[in-house]
Structure formats: structure tokens, C-alpha cells
T-cell receptor, first 111, second 113 residues
């Protein structure tokens, strides 16, 4: 069974802090994705990666960056956290021709 | 880019009745359409998907239909049960299944016993 693990279920940070959200998958998937989930807006793609050291902007990349130094790990970085980044963050991974599998999510609160 | 709209945003049905959720998409090049179910506090999980070369697909009580001409697709759940209560998301992708998805806003389904 595919395992996508996000480092924290809940996280509370302060405005202006640099925040790291980590995601690890154990199925050698080449594709990895970061979404944020807000009520009524569904899941919106922030960044994605098709290979190590490769990244592409999604639909809402502003205020975020990512890092993929190893195939199994995809990190989302909030350079200077703001209150409007309070949200549920979901990581997903997939093989090129297969559906995406999601992690349990990180509920991030920025105070 | 792609835009996916999903209706209704909430749906309440009596146990045993059918539930239908509809989605429209804007990019005629989209060719892969998955549906995810998210129970309260849990991760989204794929329940069914359809590709653009197929008009309908069934899996037990769940079916999805696709109308490429009208650019809309629907999820049908028959004989609903309380465990069907969840938020359902439709999505569309321009490329293969593993590529980036554009999601609809979600439908909260409540099945009343």
C-alpha cells in the first residue's frame, strides 16, 4: 500500500516565521504535489515536481517555495508566514500514469 | 488554465436514495477525470476515475459518466448508505493520470438514516 507521510498533523507558527512542511513517500514515485485545501475552494495546487531537483509552479505559488533534493522527499517552504496561509496542506505522490495518493494533511495555523 | 466547477456544494439524501454530483470543466484537452472521497479528518481517497475515451464507468454502487462535447462529468451513487457521508471532489487533468489535477470545490454529502 502506498504510504505518503507528512511530518506534522497540526502546526502553529507566528507571522514572519519561515515554515517547513515535509512530505515523504515510500513507493519510488517520480511525481509529488503540494496542495492547500480551504472550504468551498477544493484543493488548489501550489507546486509540483516530476523529478529530483525539478519543480514547477502550480496555480497559487505566491508566498511558497519547494525543495526536492531526494526522490522520496518533497518539502514546502513558507518563506515568511502570513495569516492568510492558515490552511490545510496536503501532499500527494504518483507514478506517471497512475492516480495521486494523498497524505493525511497538515493543519497549519499562522498567528 | 483549466477551471472545474462542481455542484451542488452540499447534498442531503435519505438512506437508500441516489446522489448525483455534477462537474464541468473548461479545457477541451483534459482527458482524465478522477473522483476523490474525503471522510472527516481523513485524506482524500480515489473512488473512481474515467478517461476521455470512455463514456461511462461503474464500480458497484458508484458510476461516473462523461460528456466530452458538453465538457461535463457526473458521479452517481445508488442505494446510499450512512458511510457514504463525506466530501466528494471531482478533478480534471490534461495529461496522464499522474499529472497535475485541477479540483472542483467539493460536495458535502450527508446520508440521513
Amino acid at each position: 500500500d502506498v504510504k505518503v507521510t507528512q511530518s506534522s498533523r497540526y502546526l502553529v507558527k507566528r507571522t514572519g516565521e519561515k515554515v517547513f512542511l515535509e512530505c515523504v513517500q515510500d513507493m519510488d514515485h517520480e511525481n509529488m504535489f503540494w496542495y492547500r485545501q480551504d472550504p468551498g475552494l477544493g484543493l488548489r495546487l501550489i507546486y509540483f515536481s516530476y523529478d529530483v531537483k525539478m519543480k514547477e509552479k502550480g496555480d497559487i505559488p505566491e508566498g511558497y517555495s519547494v525543495s526536492r533534493e531526494k526522490k522520496e522527499r518533497f518539502s514546502l517552504i513558507l518563506e515568511s508566514a502570513s495569516t492568510n496561509q492558515t490552511s490545510m496542506y496536503l501532499c500527494a505522490s504518483s507514478l506517471s500514469s497512475q492516480p495521486q495518493h494523498f497524505g493525511d494533511g497538515t493543519r497549519l495555523s499562522i498567528l | 488554465g483549466e477551471n472545474v466547477e462542481q455542484h451542488p456544494s452540499t447534498l442531503s439524501v435519505q438512506e437508500g436514495d441516489s446522489a448525483v454530483i455534477k462537474c464541468t470543466y473548461s479545457d477541451s484537452a483534459s482527458n482524465y477525470f478522477p473522483w476523490y472521497k474525503q471522510e472527516l479528518g481523513k485524506r482524500p481517497q480515489l473512488i473512481i476515475d474515467i478517461r476521455s475515451n470512455v463514456g461511462e464507468k461503474k464500480d458497484q454502487r458508484i458510476a461516473v459518466t462523461l460528456n466530452k462535447t458538453a465538457k461535463h462529468f457526473s458521479l452517481h451513487i445508488t442505494e446510499t448508505q450512512p458511510e457514504d457521508s463525506a466530501v466528494y471532489f471531482c478533478a480534471a487533468s490534461r495529461q496522464a493520470a499522474g499529472n497535475k489535477l485541477t479540483f472542483g470545490g467539493g460536495t458535502r454529502v450527508l446520508v440521513k438514516p
